[in-house]
T-cell receptor, first 111, second 113 residues
Framework: NAGVTQTPKFRVLKTGQSMTLLCAQDMNHEYMYWYRQDPGMGLRLIHY???????AKGEVPDGYNVSRLKKQNFLLGLESAAPSQTSVYFCASSGTGEGYTFGSGTRLTVV | DQQVKQNSPSLSVQEGRISILNCDYT??????FLWYKKYPAEGPTFLIS?????DKNEDGRFTVFLNKSAKHLSLHIVPSQPGDSAVYFCAASDRATAYKYIFGTGTRLKVLA
C-alpha cells in the first residue's frame, strides 16, 4: 500500500533550469495538492486539483505550473528555477470529506 | 495574512508531563480542524481532527479542544513521550472549500527523557 509517492526525493538545480516533480497516489483520491514548506512559513499551498483534468491556484502559485492528466498523477513544473524556489515540496491527496495523505517530500535546492 | 497561527515555534516538555500546543485562527467560517505530526525527512501524518459542532475530541493520549468564541484550538498530549518529539501543524478548512486546508506555521515539540 504505497499511498502517495513523490519523485525525486532530492534535486539540485541551477538557476534558470527547468524540472518536473511527480506525485502519484494509489487511493483513487479526487483531490491532489502541492505544498511547499519553508522555515517559519509552515505549509503553503502552491496549486491543487479537484479532479482529473482540473487545476487551480493556491496561495503561492507564481513560478510553478501543474497538470493532472490522469487521476492518480499530479505534476508540478518549474519552468525557470530561481533560488527563492529552494524548499521542501510536499504532495498530498484526499477523498471527499477526508484529511490529507502526504508524500514524503522532495528537497529542492536552486543554486 | 496568516489565517491560522501557531505562535509558539517551539516547546520543550519533560517525559510524562502534559504537552499543550496552541493554534489560533481568524476566519469564523472555518468549521473543521486537523492536527498533523511531522518527523524530519518525512511527510506530515494525520493525528486528530475536530468538527466545529464539538468542543473536544479524544484519541488515546491525544485530545483536541476547540473554543469557537475565542477562535482557538489546542492539542493536549498526556503523558508526553520522547517519540512525540516532532513538528506539529494545525490546519483548518471551511464548508465552501472543504477539500482545501490552511496550515499553521508549526510548533516543534521536544520531549525530554
Amino acid at each position: 500500500n504505497a499511498g502517495v509517492t513523490q519523485t525525486p526525493k532530492f534535486r539540485v538545480l541551477k538557476t534558470g533550469q527547468s524540472m518536473t516533480l511527480l506525485c502519484a497516489q494509489d487511493m483513487n483520491h479526487e483531490y491532489m495538492y502541492w505544498y511547499r514548506q519553508d522555515p517559519g512559513m509552515g505549509l503553503r499551498l502552491i496549486h491543487y486539483s479537484v479532479g482529473e483534468g482540473t487545476t487551480a491556484k493556491g496561495e503561492v502559485p507564481d513560478g510553478y505550473n501543474v497538470s493532472r492528466l490522469k487521476k492518480q498523477n499530479f505534476l508540478l513544473g518549474l519552468e525557470s528555477a530561481a533560488p527563492s524556489q529552494t524548499s521542501v515540496y510536499f504532495c498530498a491527496s484526499s477523498g471527499t470529506g477526508e484529511g490529507y495523505t502526504f508524500g514524503s517530500g522532495t528537497r529542492l535546492t536552486v543554486v | 495574512d496568516q489565517q491560522v497561527k501557531q505562535n509558539s515555534p517551539s516547546l520543550s516538555v519533560q517525559e510524562g508531563r502534559i504537552s499543550i500546543l496552541n493554534c489560533d485562527y481568524t476566519n469564523s467560517m472555518f468549521d473543521y480542524f486537523l492536527w498533523y505530526k511531522k518527523y524530519p525527512a518525512e511527510g506530515p501524518t494525520f493525528l486528530i481532527s475536530i468538527s466545529s459542532i464539538k468542543d473536544k475530541n479524544e484519541d488515546g493520549r491525544f485530545t483536541v479542544f476547540l473554543n469557537k468564541s475565542a477562535k482557538h484550538l489546542s492539542l493536549h498530549i498526556v503523558p508526553s513521550q520522547p517519540g512525540d518529539s516532532a513538528v506539529y501543524f494545525c490546519a483548518a478548512s471551511d464548508r465552501a472549500t472543504a477539500y482545501k486546508y490552511i496550515f499553521g506555521t508549526g510548533t516543534r515539540l521536544k520531549v525530554l527523557a
